[in-house]
């Protein structure tokens, strides 16, 4: 999608920290960071929201995503300690940006209910 932030993210047409990726999924770091680490992991693919996911990309992209976290979490060494990982769907559910995306927050004690 032309107008898509996280599509010209993972086109290279606008610079990222990249902690991860591959031919499906790219990591990147939050230009806002809302823990010591704090990650955004997305399909290169654009998929507006979870709402969105075909039977394809559940069976293609959420297990890449997935993997792309538990590697980012052996490799950045905050696997052991624990992290919280944040999809948020849609207006209401705090979706800021239409291209499904993960947050990946550790480095710290997060708290419940978060916000």
Not at 84 to 98: A, E, K, L, W, Y
Request: net charge negative.
């Amino acid at each position: 999608m032309s107008d898509c932030l996280f599509c010209k993210i993972a086109e290279g047409q606008i610079p990222a920290k990249i902690a991860y990726e591959n031919d499906k999924v790219i990591a990147f770091y939050d230009i806002t960071p809302q823990a010591p680490i704090h990650l955004l992991v997305i399909p290169r693919k654009h998929i507006p929201s979870a709402r969105d996911l075909s039977p394809e990309d559940m069976q293609e992209i959420l297990p890449s995503i997935f993997e792309a976290i538990q590697r980012l979490s052996e490799d950045l060494g905050f696997k052991e300690k624990g992290y919280r990982i944040v999809n948020n769907c849609g207006v209401d559910g705090g979706q800021s940006v239409d291209h499904l995306h993960f947050h990946v927050l550790g480095g710290r004690q997060l708290q419940w209910p978060p916000g």
